[in-house]
């Protein structure tokens, strides 16, 4: 099938990572003639490209290459003058989620399409939404995609389902000019990547852009508390508000059936359910006929590694693993997960200057600071002691959780939790999230009481 992009000159920056390689993959597929680029001098393109520019980033590529496009991948700042420069020449800005959806209409597919975004909580409401789905009796064929680790682009490549739910980082949101969600949502915001952003109203404007390409059958979901809706003036789709009371409203049998701990996520659930619910209404389909299908499948729902996830149980300790709570907020929300227990919170990492005052010791939590950020923590959350390290962390948390367990094993709701929730990206001493939430597993499968 021929493509706009055929015989076109197609530059691909951030060309080295996830994104970066499938986009290469799926311009060659297309017929485009591709130069790339990236910081990241290492490695081989991942097809034949025209021009290799690595690591230049500047103005020059643009004369270098005299480019049809311009595609980014992701994590690259749209602020570069290169970027400017090229919209200021009238060629074309494309991320990579824009440009992979662009390519998949003109392909002629459309797919029905959910998505997802928000500060917290964003894999987790995907990964329940593609799970449920999967579990329904009429079995559509669903693929998560997205900042969740697979890119777009590579769904487009290997094949269309007939439902894509997508999740959606404020970096992919930045430029959007194709990307169509039929069902999507913003589950909530907080102050997250001020290094990228001017301020968190700029944050919001990405965020919102989830829904600029809706139409008026089209639902945008928020939550009631949302500050930014100057931000939703320009929108065409339905705009809901989804609140505490919701909880009540008709929902409660299926977010009963939930098993993963935390308020947060059962918070995560609701947006799920009502954005199936919405699907379901556009396609004809029977809520009450799958209402026991729907539970089974929410049942079943085991929740993502390094998300709240259950480790172990060693002599009447709790281990939790939320490695991926790399923001203050979604910590909190782990942190309200266990309220009333005695509750050891594993707390540090890359020193991204959070709020941590919130944290502080009472009688029925300790904080264990630790890597880059530990001393900031321990002074903000008055923790009587700063460790080196995730393992110097552990073993202190677990040698106090020991004295607490003996006495207390008896009730389920007294016995002792260790948490891993950063509340800090893990670079300090990681390279990501996963590296780290993995070592606690195996701290946690090592430790002798």
């Not at 691909?12 to 591709?34: C, D, H, P, T, W």
């Not at 270098?64 to 800005?93: C, K, N």
């Not at 300790?317 to 490695?323: A, E, G, Y």
Request: one cysteine or more.
């Amino acid at each position: 099938m021929s493509s706009f992009l055929e015989r076109k000159r197609v530059l691909v920056l951030g060309a080295m990572g996830k994104s970066g390689r499938s986009l290469q993959e799926l311009l060659y597929e297309l017929g485009s003639i591709i130069a790339i680029t990236d910081q990241n001098q290492e490695g081989k393109p991942a097809v034949p490209v025209e021009m290799d520019l690595r690591p230049e980033q500047g103005r020059s590529i643009l004369d270098q290459f005299h480019p049809d496009y311009v595609v980014t991948a992701p994590g690259v700042p749209l602020s570069l003058p290169v970027f400017e420069a090229a919209r200021s020449e009238g060629i074309p800005v494309y991320g990579e989620l824009d440009l992979a959806f662009h390519v998949m209409e003109d392909q002629g597919k459309h797919p029905y399409v959910f998505a997802v975004t928000g500060t917290d909580g964003k894999s987790t409401t995907v990964s329940m939404i593609e799970h449920i789905l999967k579990q329904l009796p009429f079995a559509p064929s669903v693929v998560a995609c997205g900042n969740i680790g697979l890119p777009l682009s590579q769904v487009v490549l290997d094949g269309v389902p007939d439902i894509l739910v997508v999740e959606c980082s404020s970096f992919q949101l930045e430029s959007v000019e194709h990307f169509h969600p039929n069902t999507a949502c913003i589950l909530n915001l907080a102050a997250a990547h001020m290094d990228r952003y001017d301020s968190i109203d700029e944050y919001a404007q990405a965020k919102s852009n989830i829904g600029r390409r809706q139409g008026t059958e089209d639902l945008l979901l928020i939550a009631d508390e949302f500050p930014y809706l100057s931000e939703f003036d320009q929108l065409n789709g339905r705009l809901e508000r989804l609140d505490v009371e919701s909880f009540g409203n008709g929902y409660s049998p299926f977010l009963d059936a939930l098993r993963i701990p935390g308020k947060h996520n059962r918070w995560n659930l609701l947006f799920a359910l009502r954005m199936i619910q919405d699907y379901f209404i556009r396609n004809s389909i029977s809520w009450e006929d799958n209402a026991s299908a729907l539970k089974e499948a929410i049942a079943s729902f085991s929740g993502l590694p390094h998300r709240m996830e259950v480790v172990a149980e060693k002599s009447g300790i709790l281990f939790i693993n939320d490695s991926k709570a790399t923001t203050v907020q979604s910590a909190q929300m782990a942190m309200n997960s266990f309220a009333g227990r005695p509750l050891h919170i594993l707390m540090g990492g890359l020193d991204k200057k959070g709020d941590f005052t919130s944290f502080r010791a009472n009688a029925s939590q300790w904080i264990y600071p630790f890597g880059q950020a530990g001393p900031a923590i321990q002074k903000q959350t008055q923790a009587t002691h700063n460790y080196g390290d995730l393992s110097a962390a552990f073993h202190a948390a677990c040698s106090a959780a020991s004295r607490q367990s003996p006495a207390l094993a008896a009730d389920e709701n007294d016995k002792p939790v260790v948490l891993l929730s950063p509340g800090c990206p893990s670079q300090d001493q990681y390279r990501n999230y996963e590296e780290r939430g993995n070592h606690f597993r195996k701290l946690v499968e090592e430790w002798k009481p």
